[in-house]
């Protein structure tokens, strides 16, 4: 019985400095970009206009909102000299970088559980 209060107290303390540590992180952010604000007021003005033919509201307020250019980012290939510039810097060469069929090829062996193999199929 008493072992068992022990443990009990035990793991009550790790939790509590478990709760202390999350408590003093920063909160989680995700920045959300401009072609990201462009779909989500795309998505509230068909929204808002779908409610105008049904004769819910009068305006469309999404319609008047101005937003910086919603450009995605191009996608560029993972090339050596990409990779290099990565390794040595830790900077990605675009905010979308995209894998050439060999880099997915051994991310995929490295990825397989141990002793498994591939099918004949």
């Known amino acids: 019985m008493r ?3 022990e443990a009990r107290s035990s793991e009550s303390e790790r939790l509590a400095l478990e709760r202390e540590k999350l408590a003093a992180m920063p909160p989680y952010q995700t920045i959300t970009g401009p072609a990201t604000k462009q779909r989500i007021r795309a998505t509230l003005r068909t929204t808002l206009n779908a409610a105008i033919r049904r004769q819910l509201i009068t305006f469309n307020p999404a319609a008047h909102v101005e937003l910086a250019s919603g450009k995605r ?9 990409h990779v290099a510039h990565w390794r040595k810097t830790g900077e990605k060469p675009s905010a979308v970088m995209v894998w050439t069929p060999p880099q997915i090829g051994a991310f995929l ?7 498994c193999t591939r099918s004949s199929t």
Do not use: H, I
């Open 3 to 5: 072992q068992e209060l």
């Open 73 to 81: 980012p191009k996608a560029v290939l993972w090339t050596e000299q």
């Open 109 to 115: 062996d490295e990825a397989r559980p141990r002793g």
